[in-house]
């Protein structure tokens, strides 16, 4: 604008109007409040607080160092495609041709969109779990869909049920996301667990998105079961992983998704067009992170599970009670006893403790009542943390 002269355009008319409706992000939003203030702990975003290991880090400037910088295939490097069919066999026992049925995305987040672009028409009805991830439900709006919501609750341990899950289908209905290990809860889905549900899918003709991001850093005796190994669910689902939280590779901003060709042709047309192709030198660095980083994993899983039952004990001691996760690096404690809402807890305990988590109503109305805390922080961060909650929640106490 010209210095002296005001706007007359109503940017209102001219915004897409989908687009002004999306609410902004509950995470992000208590994230930069913290951001702005002193002396803050933040167990608010949930990004490992482990650097890249260095041998990844090696491979990505070694690509730079030989001059490695231009554009890949759509579909991403068929080296990294290789790697990562061996690494989907080896761990979950599943088999994807790396030339029709892999491709590689900037991080998990455009899989989802792109898998909902290439599926959903409009008034197609998708199934979503809450709590989940803030972002299913702006992206399903995006692509014309209709979002249901599927409530879990603390008592199923935040699983979905297979009578839940039937209650909410029509025959509008298209798709079910599965998010598990879940975010924000930490709940998981053993294989038990996914054959109900593969049922429901079998009996209703229903796709799946599965979105398994967390998949490495599933605690206990029992390994991750992808959905897509499931009898009778591979030509139904669409998987979404990715680098970010199994090899603390946020930054680099690579994901992948893996499913039936048709599928994945589609979804390359709109990433073709949208994007082009993921950035050059996160995909060598990708490479080696699948080839050596197996280790890697098993170091930082460990890491994690000492802090979750450090986190999870603490919360209980001081009586928020607190459902033990069995993934992912979050818990999702019950602040009810407070009697503060949500953003009330979070926005109290910002100001008044400078400790910052976020609301669990950013993950849908069914979170009220809880919060998400992140442990992916250091034993220090997270023990000085859970100090001055305490000391906070002592004032509701009768």
């Known amino acids: 604008m010209r210095e002296g002269v005001c706007s007359v355009i109503d940017y209102s008319t001219v915004l897409n109007q989908k687009v002004q409706a999306i609410k902004p992000s509950g995470i992000r939003r208590f994230f930069d409040i913290a951001n702005e203030m002193d002396n803050v702990i933040s167990l608010s975003i949930g990004e490992p607080d482990f650097t890249t290991p260095w041998h990844v880090r090696e491979e990505g400037i070694r690509s730079l160092e030989d001059g490695k910088t231009w554009y890949s295939p759509n579909r991403g490097f068929i080296e990294l495609r290789q790697e990562i069919s061996r690494w989907l066999k080896r761990h979950y026992h599943v088999n994807y041709n790396d030339k029709e049925e892999i ?3 900037v991080g998990g987040s455009e899989a989802i969109d792109l898998c909902l672009r290439s599926l959903i028409s409009p008034g197609d009805e998708v199934l979503i779990p809450e709590p989940s991830f803030v972002c299913y439900v702006p992206l399903t709006e995006m692509a014309g869909g209709v979002p249901v919501v599927l409530e879990t609750k603390a008592e199923d341990r935040f699983r979905i049920t297979p009578e839940a899950l039937r209650a909410k289908i029509t025959p509008k209905t298209k798709l079910l996301i599965l998010p598990y290990p879940n975010n924000p809860t930490g709940a998981v889905m053993r294989r038990e667990h996914l054959e109900a549900i593969a049922e429901v899918v079998r009996e209703n003709d229903l796709m799946v998105l599965s979105d398994e991001i967390y998949s490495a850093l599933t605690y206990g005796d029992t390994n991750h079961v992808t959905f897509s190994a499931i009898d009778g669910m591979w030509e139904r689902t669409i998987v979404v992983n990715g680098f970010s939280k199994a090899f603390a590779m946020t930054g680099w901003r690579l994901g992948y998704a893996v499913g039936p060709a048709q599928i994945i042709k589609a979804m390359t047309k709109l990433h073709q067009y949208g994007i082009m192709s993921a950035p ?32 999870v004990d603490g919360f209980n001691s001081m009586g928020l009670t607190c459902f033990e996760p069995e993934g ?17 807890f979070c926005e109290r305990l910002l100001y008044e403790e400078r400790v910052a988590v976020v609301p669990g109503s950013a993950f849908g109305d069914c979170g009220e009542g809880f919060v998400r805390v992140s442990y992916s922080y250091s034993i220090k961060h997270i023990t000085e943390a859970l100090s001055r909650i305490e000391h906070f929640i002592k004032q509701f106490e009768s």
Do not use: H, W
């Open 103 to 105: 491709l590689v995305t």
């Open 280 to 311: 050059t030198t996160a995909q060598y660095a990708a490479i080696e992170a699948l080839k050596n980083g197996d280790e890697d994993i098993v170091y930082m899983r460990e890491q994690y599970d000492m802090r979750r039952r450090l986190v």
């Open 328 to 344: 992912a690096f979050y818990v999702f404690p019950c602040i009810k006893k407070t009697g503060l809402t949500s953003e009330e």
